[in-house]
């Protein structure tokens, strides 16, 4: 699987050069095609104003499925563009999205997309493996996971208001921890 990650147009963002969505899905979908046999785009463009994932995906058909977000859409089957699959699982964890794809050997031959309700969740039952996985990770790591390994006295809003308006306490520290990877 091959990933092509796109955002929406920043303004006042210092040292930051953003292209042309449709010709930098072009150029990343061409190079990956080769490569893979499923290509997905996670998008934060969304289904409104002038560059939409529809567009995306009528002008650069290459891409399987498009994960996308930005206007909150809750898309319950996804939708298709061409051949590709558009989906979209509203906001604020009201769903969780759930993409399926059938390859056979390397070529796709079913893709679906659903959502589920969060308060359908707590009658979902993980698999087998799943359990498996995650209770090796809790058995190996759950000491660790366990232990703070921070603490601030400093209120750390994360309240959209601000966020979105203006630098925050939140928004420093997260850049931090990225950039010190």
Do not use: W
Request: charged share 20%; proline share 3%; no cysteine.
């Amino acid at each position: 699987m091959g990933l092509v990650g796109l955002t929406t147009s920043v303004t006042g963002a210092d040292n930051l050069t953003i292209t042309d969505q449709i010709a930098a899905s072009r150029r990343l979908v061409a190079q990956l095609k080769p490569q893979v046999d499923v290509v997905v785009g996670l998008m934060h463009v969304g289904d409104s104003g002038n560059m939409t994932t529809t567009r995306i995906a009528t002008e650069v058909p290459d891409f399987d499925v498009i994960v996308d977000g930005h206007s909150h859409t809750a898309l319950p089957n996804g939708t298709k563009v061409g051949k590709t699959l558009i989906t979209q699982a509203g906001s604020f964890s009201d769903y969780i999205g759930r993409i399926e794809i059938e390859l056979d050997d390397t070529k796709i031959v079913a893709k679906t997309a659903s959502l589920k309700n969060k308060a359908d969740l707590s009658q979902l039952q993980p698999d087998a493996q799943t359990q498996a996985a995650v209770s090796s990770l809790v058995s190996n790591y759950g000491v660790d996971l366990g232990q703070v390994i921070g603490h601030t006295t400093y209120p750390l809003s994360g309240e959209r208001e601000h966020l979105r308006t203006k630098e925050t306490l939140l928004g420093n520290m997260l850049t931090d921890a990225v950039k010190s990877e």
